[in-house]
């Protein structure tokens, strides 16, 4: 299938159909259209997790998508930010007080972090959360003027204090915080078709909300997934055929709600403290989820023309844009193929 047919939306409905509505819990059921095929659903990181994989052997499978749903309940545990006893709960709490010790793991991430507000001059910012704690979305409400201003001088990467060699993190401003939402589920579903992979499985796919990563092809055709309509529910703009590529989209439809004819949505501008509103979604296509989830929301946050001209910067990254007006965008990589 080429590029230019997999971007037929007349191709998402039944793709659509089949990954929505799944019951939330990691029971194990076996794909009935095709033998060999295993699925397993968790509910868990704020979203609903999936896994599908074929395998030979239904213990294999077994304990292949057990291993990938422990390590997504893992990633939870350690970076959510609403669990007491997580890493980042204690970094908030205590990191304005005094180093904190953190594990590689978190280390590795911040690192990441820091690499990635670097290089999009802080339209990525994990210290956005200063501001982002005091929306609820499911409420309906946003911060005050002044209540945004005073956080808004808690939002800044370069006052983040971490050393890489010791494995630290101080934070250099009292009312500092912290939230990895902008790249855990990316980093979750790299670790599960990492997982996978070491077990000997050659096709797979695993989703975390809008990040998704597949491991090989579909036994002789390759993946699909589908770029959701924002505004039509049940829809999609393009499909993309995909084999061994991790894809994430961030959309202002996830959380979301409207005032005064303006959506407020959950995707920050860490200058602003408000919802940038050039564009509906960004889907970034490269070859680990973390890097595309980041990147993802720091181009929804750059806008259209300046976060495209990053995305083409950057080597074996692609970007699929819908702009405020509901028209597609895409990625010099993939304007060449679709031409």
Known sequence: MSLLDALLPDRTTRLLQRWAGRPAGAKLQQVVTKPGWFSAQLSTMGTAVSAELWAADAAEATAALDAVMAEMQRINDTFSPHLANSELTRINREAAHHPVALSEEMTRLL???????????????????????HYDYRAGTAPDAATLTNALACVDWRLLELDRQAGTLRFGRPGMRIDLG???????????VALLRQRGIHHA?????????????????????????????????????????AVSTSGDYERFFERGGLRHHHLLDPRTGQSPR?????????????????????V????????????????????VVVDADGALHFSAGLQQALA
């Open 111 to 133: 690192g990441r972090a820091l690499d990635l507000s670097a290089l999009s001059d802080g339209a990525f910012d994990i210290t956005y959360a200063a501001v982002g704690q």
């Open 182 to 192: 902008g790249f855990a589920k990316g980093h979750a579903v790299d670790n599960a």
């Open 205 to 245: 796919m695993v989703a975390a909300g809008g990040d998704s990563h597949v491991l090989g092809d579909r036994r002789g055709r390759p993946w699909t997934v589908a770029i959701r309509d924002p505004r039509q529910a049940g829809e999609a703009v393009a499909v993309l055929p995909l084999q061994d590529t």
């Open 278 to 298: 050039d564009v509906r979604s960004v889907t970034v296509l490269g070859d680990d989820g973390l890097s595309c989830e980041a990147l993802s929301k720091t």
């Open 300 to 319: 929804f946050v750059m806008g259209r023309r300046r976060g495209l001209a990053l995305i083409d910067s950057l080597p074996g990254l692609d970007a």
